[in-house]
Structures are given as C-alpha cells and as structure tokens.
C-alpha cells in the first residue's frame, strides 16, 4: 500500500509570507503527527492529530497551527514565516488511538523542506 | 520535559568494525524505537522495545532496552558502508493522548567507509 505521501517537497519562502504543507497518511490510518526536523535542534514534536481533533501540541508558537479532514489527510500552516522556521518538516501516520503493547508505531514521509529567505 | 540524549552525535568508522550508539533518559519510557533517515527521506523505522531488558537482532545489529526502561544501545557488527546514515532514538508513552508523540535524541551520523 502506498505511504505518507507529503507535498510540496521543496519550497522557498520569504520572512513574513505563509505556508501550508499537506500530509496525506496511509490508508486506515487515523493519527497523523507533525514533527520539524532541524541540525540544531533535531526531531521536535508539533502536534498530532486524530479523527480531525488535536489530541497532542508541542511547545511550539501559535504561528504553527494544523488540522485534519474527515479522509484524514492533514495540512499544517506556519504564518509570518521566520528565518528560523526553515526546517524539514515531517508527517507521520499511525493505525489508531490504541496501543497495547506500549508502542507508538509511526510511519513517517519523506518530509517538505521549507526554505525561508 | 523527558529528554532523551544519544551518543556520540558522529561516528566515522572504516568497513568491518563493531559500533555501539547509545540513547539515555532520565525518564521512563514504555517504548524505545530505532529510527534510520537517509538524506533527502524521512526516518524509517528499524525495531521497536518495549520490555525492560528486551534485546531485539536484525542480522548485524543488535538493540538492548535497559531495565528499568530509560536507556537503550544500537550496536552495529561488522559495519559495511550501506549502513551510513542518520540513526535516530525515539522514546514513546503509551495510554492518555500520546500515541503520536515521540522524544527523539538528537541523532548519531555513522558514515562507514570502504
């Protein structure tokens, strides 16, 4: 089956302009999560989605919002971008809410690296 | 905050050699995953440990959870240059609303050369 799919991959952005980066999960998939990934600063956590509700945020400002539609693609929108919001930003899918083992099981995408000039 | 801190951050490593990566917290952890990202891709997920003490094999590497669940090893045997990557630990806590939400360590860069 295919899997997370996230577009554009590549984009370039000035300071103060907006961007909305699209997430498309693994069929069946309910919970997509938002991580940025940076040198600096590594994988952090943006915040997770599940059947269209926000169930997890990071520390993060409120310039980064997301949500979910009910096909459960997601989309997340950085507004009055920021030289430091460049930053590879990744989607990751997971099956459902429950975890019996303990294990959060997470398929990522190949990500949109975002350029702000 | 539960950090997770990995080492070393580089590792530069001739083909044939043995390797051990190292992720440590100071918090409890129910899960301990191994992540692999190769540039230009998003990380792939290598194994998964859940019980304190687990060892897990996949061929020449090996992944150990501590006992008491808040540190982990990679070791890698016999190292060939197809294992250079980014090799990322992620610590997860199950139950409440944190399924989608992982604490990576920083990352270790293992380049292998021929």
């Known amino acids: 089956k295919a899997g997370v799919t996230q577009t554009p991959r590549y984009l370039i952005k000035t300071r103060g302009q907006q961007v909305t980066l699209s997430c498309s999960p693994i069929s069946g998939h309910r919970s997509v999560s938002w991580y940025q990934q940076t040198p600096g600063q590594g994988l952090q956590f943006l915040f997770e989605y599940f059947s269209e509700t926000q169930r997890n945020k990071g520390n993060f400002p409120g310039r980064f919002s997301g949500r979910q539609f009910s096909n459960s693609r997601s989309e997340m929108n950085v507004s009055t971008l920021e030289l430091g919001d460049s930053a590879l930003y990744l989607c990751a899918s997971s099956q459902s809410g429950t975890v019996r083992s303990g294990a959060n099981v997470l398929t990522f995408g190949a990500g949109s690296r975002l350029t702000v000039l | 905050t539960q950090l997770l801190e990995q080492s070393p951050q580089f590792l530069s490593i001739q083909e044939g050699e043995n390797l051990t990566v190292y992720c440590n917290s100071s918090s409890v952890f129910s899960s301990l995953q191994w992540y692999r990202q190769e540039p230009g891709e998003g990380p792939v997920l290598l194994v998964t440990?859940?019980?304190?003490?687990e060892v897990k094999k996949l061929k020449r590497l090996t992944f150990q959870f501590g006992d008491a669940r808040k540190d982990s090893s990679l070791h890698i045997t016999a190292a060939q240059p197809g294992d250079t990557g980014l090799y990322l630990c992620?610590?997860?806590?199950?139950?409440?609303?944190?399924?989608?939400?992982?604490?990576f360590g920083q990352g270790t860069i293992l380049t292998v050369h021929p």
């Open positions: 992620a610590g997860g806590r199950a139950g409440g609303t944190s399924y989608g939400k992982l604490t």
């Open positions: 440990v859940v019980t304190g003490g």
